[in-house]
């Protein structure tokens, strides 16, 4: 006999595609949403693609945002009480995604997702990541009802974007191993599908990263599914377990340590070179991530993320203190023996 039932909450419609943009109009029409659009969306986006959407809808609000912040997050609010939106469509990258989809959980009302760049998988998951001070947090919010991804704009994003959002893909990798070692060790609660799903979408991408290319559409439909698989994955784990282990712990702490030296998504792809060394050793597939990432133009050492030595040894030996999720980092990593994972995989040079 069952003793509890989760819900998993997705997205109904995913449309991918060439020019996909202007059918936003009528995927959102299929939802039989009520009452005034407020679109919200960043400076770059909304000159690039803010009239395309404004012009498919009738007495659309604008709220163009800055950066991503709970500040920000509560002056949507007020905007949004000012306007009685019966939806919320975030236009752009991770900071209008992450503050639209916080501000619709806030105002119990639902949001479609419109990804401009395929940098991260909040593009369909339901957490927002928004930083605070040197901090970031992970908030819990309900994933967006549709996600209209144009792979014409988003193969026309700037390819370190995209580089990103492929690191950040391929970090799943280490996350399941860390995921499914919480389950031998402290019976976390484990989903076979997730873990599945999302450990697909990694190899996904590190079998093919030498069919990514910058400026192609069919690139940027590859990446985009594989953003999708990612926060779906989540969805069904009901956590960021699938997508997030000692990879993003140590890419925390690097934003404490040298905050705005490099992506996330990157950061999370350095970081899981060496935790799939800790995992697997010598022997294991971290040459494979390596190599994959390296395909990618994604950066594979510290000096490629611009940080020295000393913050990334830094990072990694404190990253264990920073949230209270088993990894293989639990207890922590000494000094010595983070310099020689991280020599070893070619992460620093000694």
Not at 30 to 57: C, H, M, W
Not at 74 to 89: M, N, Q, R, S, W
Not at 184 to 192: A, D, G, I, K
Not at 228 to 242: F, H, N, T
Request: contains cysteine; negative net charge; aromatic residues 4%.
């Amino acid at each position: 006999m069952f003793e509890k039932t989760t819900w998993i909450k997705l997205p109904r419609n995913v449309l991918v595609g060439h020019d996909v943009i202007d059918d936003l109009g009528e995927a959102v029409g299929e939802l039989y949403l009520t009452g005034r659009p407020l679109i919200v969306t960043s400076p770059t986006p909304n000159d690039i693609a803010g009239d395309r959407v404004r012009a498919q809808f009738d007495d659309p609000a604008t709220a163009v945002v800055d950066e991503a912040s709970f500040d920000a997050v509560e002056e949507l609010k007020a905007t949004a009480e000012a306007v009685d939106p019966g939806y919320l469509i975030a236009l752009g990258g991770g900071k209008p995604i992450d503050i639209a989809k916080m501000a619709a959980d806030h105002l119990d009302v639902g949001f479609v997702s419109v990804p401009t760049v395929a940098s991260h998988d909040g593009i369909v998951s339901g957490r927002s990541s928004i930083p605070e001070g040197d901090t970031r947090h992970s908030v819990a919010a309900d994933p967006p009802l549709a996600v209209v991804a144009d792979t014409t704009l988003i193969a026309d994003a700037p390819w370190r974007l995209t580089t990103a959002g492929c690191a950040d893909i391929i970090s799943n990798y280490t996350a399941v191993k860390d995921w499914r070692l919480a389950r031998r060790l402290r019976n976390v609660e484990y989903s076979e599908y997730a873990g599945a799903l999302s450990e697909m979408t990694a190899e996904l991408l590190v079998e093919n990263a030498d069919m990514i290319r910058p400026g192609l559409e069919e690139s940027a439909w590859v990446v985009v599914k594989a953003l999708v698989s990612s926060g779906v994955a989540m969805s069904i784990a009901g956590s960021s377990r699938p997508a997030s282990g000692a990879e993003h712990l140590i890419s925390h702490q690097l934003d404490r340590i040298a905050p705005g030296k490099a992506l996330h998504g990157h950061q999370v792809g350095v970081a899981s070179i060496m935790t799939e060394y800790l995992h697997s050793g010598e022997n294991g597939r971290w040459s494979a991530i390596r190599d994959a990432l390296d395909e990618l133009d994604a950066p594979t050492t510290a000096s490629e993320l611009g940080i020295d030595d000393a913050e990334l040894l830094a990072a990694l030996t404190s990253a264990h203190e920073i949230r209270d999720r088993y990894t293989i980092l639990q207890g922590g990593i000494n000094e010595e023996a983070a310099v020689e994972v991280a020599t070893a995989t070619g992460v620093i040079e000694r």
